[in-house]
């Protein structure tokens, strides 16, 4: 097991509405005990020969280590960038409260937040 138990995960996507679309499907699959949607966001990058320039809106999914291979499938299996951006940082810090909520979230029973 990694040394770290949470993490932090990123796609891309080339609408708002699509973007709502990759939070609440994860977030309803408890791959992600949420998401969050910044955007629209400037992206330059080269893809097949030529640099391109668009405009994307991210999402930032807050997960487990042990449901990180559930979230990416689901991120690639929902998604219809032939290759998104699928990128996971570690949480190196952060609250027990709140970190026990995105376990308690990403498992089968769930919590309520509010009850944190």
């Not at 998401?35 to 487990?64: H, N």
């Not at 699928?86 to 979230?105: F, K, N, Q």
């Amino acid at each position: 097991m990694s040394e770290y138990q949470y993490l932090t995960v990123l796609t891309t996507t080339d609408s708002a509405e699509k973007a709502q679309a990759l939070a609440a499907g994860a977030v309803e699959a408890r791959v992600a005990a949420c998401a969050q949607i910044d955007g629209p966001i400037t992206s330059v990058y080269r893809w097949e020969g030529a640099v391109r320039t668009d405009q994307e809106w991210r999402v930032l999914y807050k997960t487990t280590t042990d449901r990180y291979p559930a979230l990416e499938a689901h991120i690639q299996n929902v998604h219809d960038y032939a290759t998104p951006e699928i990128i996971a940082t570690p949480i190196t810090r952060g609250s027990d409260a709140y970190l026990s909520w995105v376990r308690a979230e990403t498992t089968r029973a769930g919590s309520d937040r509010s009850s944190l």
